[in-house]
């Protein structure tokens, strides 16, 4: 579907009309003053001074008045669910609970009919962090079966009607209580999840439109058979258009987390996706999470002394994994959080080179998510691996600092998670995502939470936050394409339009005015993030195709 508005050129019925975009500021390093754009079909044909737009404009191209508007390249989600996403916005949303009484509440009050979802409740926040019991939830119900999503997806509460029907008894991580990890919370999540594939659809339809809606061309979805199956992941990876320019959804980025042993193993687990699949990583989980104390930890968890997480995959079969991929010179990775998790997926890692060769294993590509706990150590092993990090800046926005969730359960570990600028300072690459539902999808915020680092030694600039956004999840996704995620001739024409309420250039120094509007820095401007609001959306573009768009556009 051609953008709005536009009408066929009778030279070429097949095409639509060229559409400038001017009296705005496009975010290109072709040209850091540039005011204006030229799209052609789905290609970005053009960019450069208002001066020149006009000597281009004519009837035979659709203006678009910017109004002092921001263009820049679309924003790549690089980790998130989309079923799980779209689950979470029709479901409760209990991030807002401070007891288990409000939750209760919630439960009471839920309508319709089948089972009760929710999602978000974070018992760390409330006074008193005791959780409500299985009967308790059931009779909240009404009898019918409940599943609540802790907000890190990696626990959950459900009613004895669920933990009956989903056969719970004698699985790791259920006691007979209402708080099931593990095993347990696999077979829990996935007994609710038996869904029509009109409504499967449906979820993920809505999240996508969510992920448009905020300025998304991409997202890379993390399948996995404990999260929703392969049947799930091949509903994701059908979003995407067989003809280019014609799908109305960002582009889905597929990733299967299923450990493999041998090259031929791999080979025929790709093939069983089609050539779409990016890679057999993402969420294997080599651990958990902190919030529900199941990442790997070298010692206890400060609040849980006796706890030290969960160890999902030994160094040998992490080993056989990369080893595997590697031959194939497929991507592999894992989900990785504790300090125990890492120190063993780079031990798995050097085995794995030792077997097939350290040129072999850097040249696949291989990413590991989250990485949230890395020393010096291991940034310097994870460079010399090129092992790409696909990282959530939002997580340190929610948790980090004093008084937060990871200093609860770390004590002053916490204070060197999530160590960006020592990636970028070693050379380790590096793109950001949401782990939607976990946090939402708000991009800008995203940037705002690398530049905001609770630790300042790990801040990151504006730029560098963007292009991890950006250009840096097509790389790490192996796009055939080297030109995306920029806005210069000849690249795609996927981008968003961005209402601002200033422009600047950001440097991530506090010893130095952090923001400058001068324009002699020869820098692309980007949005202030210190206003105490995000841009708003108001298009989305993917290959020329517009996904979104608000009304305020044309008006």
């Not at 939750?103 to 319709?112: E, K, S, T």
């Not at 089972?115 to 299985?134: K, N, Y």
């Not at 691996?385 to 570990?413: C, H, I, K, M, N």
């Not at 946090?439 to 995203?446: A, E, H, I, N, Q």
């Amino acid at each position: 579907m051609p953008l709005p508005d536009a009408t066929t050129n009778p030279k070429d019925t097949d095409r639509p009309v060229p559409v400038l975009y001017r009296n705005g500021s496009v975010y290109t390093a072709a040209d850091p003053f540039a005011t204006a754009m030229l799209v052609d079909g789905d290609t970005v044909a053009w960019v450069g001074s208002e001066q020149a737009a006009s000597s281009i404009a004519d009837s035979s191209i659709d203006i678009i008045d910017l109004r002092g508007a921001l263009v820049a390249p679309g924003f790549v989600d690089s980790h998130m669910h989309l079923t799980e996403t779209g689950i979470a916005l029709e479901s409760l949303q209990l991030g807002a609970a401070r007891s288990a009484r409000e939750l209760l509440d919630a439960v009471a009050a839920a309508g319709g009919d089948g089972p009760v979802l929710g999602h978000g409740w974070d018992e760390s926040t409330w006074a008193d962090p005791t959780l409500p019991g299985a009967e308790e939830i059931e009779r909240a119900s009404g009898g019918r079966p409940v599943y609540l999503s802790r907000v890190d997806v990696h626990s959950a509460l459900v009613s004895t009607s669920l933990a009956r029907s989903a056969d719970l008894r004698g699985k790791d991580g259920y006691d007979g209580g209402a708080r099931v990890t593990r095993a347990a919370h696999e077979a829990a999540r996935l007994a609710t999840r038996q869904m029509p594939q009109e409504t499967l659809r449906r979820h993920q339809e809505r999240a996508l439109a969510e992920a448009a809606a905020n300025g998304y061309v991409a997202v890379a979805e993390m399948g996995a058979p404990h999260i929703g199956g392969a049947a799930d992941l091949r509903t994701a990876a059908g979003w995407n258009g067989s003809e280019p320019g014609y799908s109305a959804y960002p582009e889905v980025l597929p990733y299967w987390g299923e450990l493999v042993s041998t090259e031929e193993q791999a080979r025929a687990l790709v093939e069983q996706f089609g050539a779409g699949l990016r890679g057999l990583a993402g969420d294997l989980n080599m651990d958990g999470s902190l919030g529900s104390r199941t990442a790997a930890l070298r010692s206890g968890y400060s609040d849980a002394a006796q706890e030290r997480g969960t160890l999902y995959l030994d160094v040998e079969q992490a080993a056989a994994h990369l080893a595997a991929c590697s031959l194939a010179g497929i991507q592999g990775g894992f989900h990785v959080i504790g300090d125990a998790g890492l120190d063993a997926a780079l031990a798995a890692l050097d085995l794995a080179a030792r077997e097939v060769g350290e040129q072999k294993v850097r040249a696949a590509g291989h990413r590991f998510e989250h990485v949230e706990m890395a020393d010096a150590a291991a940034v310097a092993k994870l460079a010399h691996y090129s092992v790409t990090v696909s990282a959530q800046p939002s997580f340190d926005a929610a948790w980090g600092g004093p008084g937060g969730l990871y200093e609860r359960r770390l004590g002053g570990r916490s204070r060197t998670m999530n160590p960006f600028a020592a990636f970028y300072s070693a050379g380790v690459p590096v793109c950001f995502g949401s782990d939607s539902p976990v946090t939402p999808l708000r991009p800008w915020s995203s940037v705002r939470a690398c530049v905001e680092h609770h630790n300042p030694d790990e801040r990151i600039s504006a730029r560098a936050a963007f292009l991890g956004h950006t250009r840096a999840g097509w790389r790490a996704a192996r796009h055939t394409n080297p030109m995306a995620g920029q806005l210069v001739p000849g690249a795609p024409a996927s981008f968003a339009v961005w209402d601002v309420e200033e422009l600047m250039v950001q440097v991530a120094d506090g010893r130095v005015q952090s923001w400058s509007t001068d324009p002699r820095a020869r820098t692309p401007l980007l949005p202030a993030l210190d206003t105490g609001s995000d841009p708003v959306c108001l298009q989305t573009v993917k290959d020329g195709t517009e996904l979104f768009a608000s009304p305020a556009l044309r008006s």
